[in-house]
């Protein structure tokens, strides 16, 4: 059973997103409670030597790694689903794009919000002003795509929607940006919100 490592974080809901969708049994560990010397410490530092969160341990393949896009790209290769095969060039290249774009763009931009704007003892209207003009340009490009692809980033439901949709969950008590400003994205939360593997991951 592969071992999911993280607690309540927007990026380890990104993990639990696929797991639920893809139906994969696995066990959810705390890794603010892990002892010292445990089987479970030892997986956990081998999957995220930064103790950063998510990690996956696999001991079906003995894979062992963090970082929520190489966990999304490697769950979706064991099982086959919800990222096109490489005999699918263009489609698989669309997906990881914007599952990319949101490890690159969106994310860097969101976490330079929570520090200057949530964390900082002090105004930082420099930084704050910056990190939010450049979640807006990514969310623009977002629009865009959902413009011009349909329902989904990629054209079809993949992980690309799934990294990208906690995010938007927060976006507006976090980074005080309306999702309505968006109204193709505000439309695509909705529809991946009511999703019932979306619903269970969002609850567990």
Known sequence: MIELYGHPTQ???????????????HRLIDDRFL???SVEQE??????????????????????????SAIMIYLAEKTGRFLPTPDQPAARAETLKWLLFEAASLTPAMLDIYHYTLQADSPQIYSEERARTRTRRALSVLEGALKQNGEYLAGDYSIADMILYPWMTILEDFADIPLSDYPLLDAWTARIGARDAIKKAEAN
């Not at 990026?11 to 997103?17: G, T």
């Open 43 to 68: 997986h956990f530092n081998r999957a995220s030597p930064t103790g950063q969160v998510p990690g996956i341990f696999d001991p079906d393949t003995g894979a062992a790694l963090f970082e929520s």
């Open 11 to 25: 990026n380890v809901l990104k993990a639990k997103i696929l797991f639920e969708e893809l139906g994969l049994e």
């Open 35 to 37: 002892e010292d010397g």
